[in-house]
């Protein structure tokens, strides 16, 4: 009987450490996306205003021409809407890290 209890745990043991590595290939480095994405839409003097409304980023650009759109969904944007000079990005749930490390980068 003993010996059931010990395989349980071991079994169990084994399942938590593929769930914990599960999770930590799902995380992503946001830092390094925040630096892509300012470097996808043209650098950071090629942004003039931006705004985070939950899941989107909206960013006003002074040349839109700079931005490379096909390389900001590579990187994750789930749709891009672009109207005048300005880029309305689909980022879902990430979008509150990257805005923090935005608000960090363009001070």
């Known amino acids: 009987m003993e010996a ?35 470097e996808l839409l043209g650098g950071k003097d090629n942004i003039e205003n931006y705004e985070f409304n939950k899941s989107r980023f909206i960013v006003d650009l002074k040349d839109v021409g700079k931005a490379n759109k ?7 944007a789930q749709g891009i809407v672009e109207i005048d000079n300005q880029l309305k990005i ?8 990257i805005k923090k490390y935005i608000n960090e980068l363009k001070r």
Do not use: P
């Not at 071991?10 to 830092?31: E, H, P, T």
């Open 90 to 97: 689909i980022l879902g749930e990430d979008a509150k890290q």
């Open 4 to 38: 059931h209890i010990w395989q349980y745990i071991i079994i169990l043991v084994v399942m938590a450490i593929i769930a914990i590595a599960i999770i930590r290939s799902k995380r992503r480095d946001f830092k390094l996306d925040a630096n892509k994405l300012i």
């Open 70 to 76: 096909e390389g900001i969904q590579k990187i994750g």
